[in-house]
């Protein structure tokens, strides 16, 4: 019976078809099999019980329940997989850690001008580059690494990465100003070449410790909400838009990711007095919602 190892390495690239997503899974499923033996056992062998061990093990290390639910996910696309190829009659059932809706957060204009002083003071100058795409575009880590000199693309209407395959499944179009694109000139339109994962988050981890410590928050995805939270606070972009651009199916989805910001909510309480105030109101929505009838 083929082992767990030896399935997940034959079937890598049916599972997973982004470069970048398949080392990194790779990368925890290799950390699953390292644990009790469990890369030379049978893939029919596993069951739910097996995998809570692992998971218990990995909260105990201080790993999130978010970072534990993601090594969970590429689990569950392998041993999905093994039952789609008739090696498994069922994939262990295994509930995810409840995560909860978490904090609320974005980087503030401080938080940003202190990340970017740090990073161009690191020898490796390519994470800065990563922070910009991300800022500019609201990409994930996973659809950055997966960009190539063949995914920039150029019409009339300007600049444009094309991601063939996205965590939906589907592909989308962003497009990119001058900035990102300077930054992804500086990666050799090819950001996986460059990138090393050992040293991206020791680096990071470090940068937290400076910038925000203690605050588990302060990631890289963090700068996803950053662009979202400021496309809608700052450009207006509305939910329906903003979607498009994150790449969500659902608006449900992309409102996790907006958070008003302070400035924003007090500078509507401060519209609202005036509205209200106003001799000569307005064809607001305040004045419509209160406009006599008859």
């Avoid at 019409?155 to 992804?184: F, M, Y």
């Avoid at 500086?186 to 203690?214: C, H, M």
């Amino acid at each position: 019976m083929i082992t767990l190892e030896a399935f997940a390495n034959q079937e890598a690239k049916r599972i997973w078809s982004s470069d970048a997503h398949r080392k990194r899974s790779l990368a925890k499923l290799q950390k699953f099999g390292s644990f009790s033996g469990y890369a030379q056992r049978p893939i029919d062998s596993f069951k739910p019980g097996d995998v809570y061990a692992f998971m218990d093990h990995m909260s105990n290390t201080g790993l999130s329940k978010p970072t534990v639910n993601r090594y969970l996910a590429a689990i569950s696309s392998v041993f999905k997989h093994a039952v789609s190829m008739e090696l498994m009659l069922r994939a262990p059932e295994i509930k995810w850690l409840e995560e909860g809706p978490g904090r609320p957060r974005y980087m503030s204009r401080d938080e940003l001008q202190k990340l970017k002083f740090f990073l161009e003071h690191r020898k490796c100058s390519w994470i800065k580059h990563f922070v910009i795409v991300g800022l500019q575009t609201g990409m994930r880590l996973g659809e950055i690494l997966s960009i190539t000199i063949d995914s920039i693309k150029s019409d009339a209407e300007g600049d444009w990465i094309h991601l063939k395959t996205t965590k939906n499944g589907d592909e989308r179009w962003v497009p990119i100003n001058s900035q990102c694109k300077a930054s992804l000139q500086a990666l050799d339109f090819n950001p996986a070449r460059v990138f090393n994962e050992k040293q991206f988050y020791k680096t990071w981890d470090i940068a937290r410790s400076r910038i925000a410590p203690g605050d588990k928050a302060f990631t890289f995805h963090t700068i996803r909400h950053t662009f979202a939270s400021t496309a809608a606070n700052e450009l207006s972009v509305n939910t329906l838009v903003l979607g498009q651009l994150l790449g969500h199916k659902q608006p449900t989805t992309t409102a996790k990711y907006v958070h008003m910001k302070p400035a924003v909510s007090q500078r509507i309480a401060m519209n609202m007095g005036s509205e209200m105030a106003s001799n000569e109101p307005k064809k607001g929505l305040i004045n419509t919602l209160f406009k006599s009838r008859g």
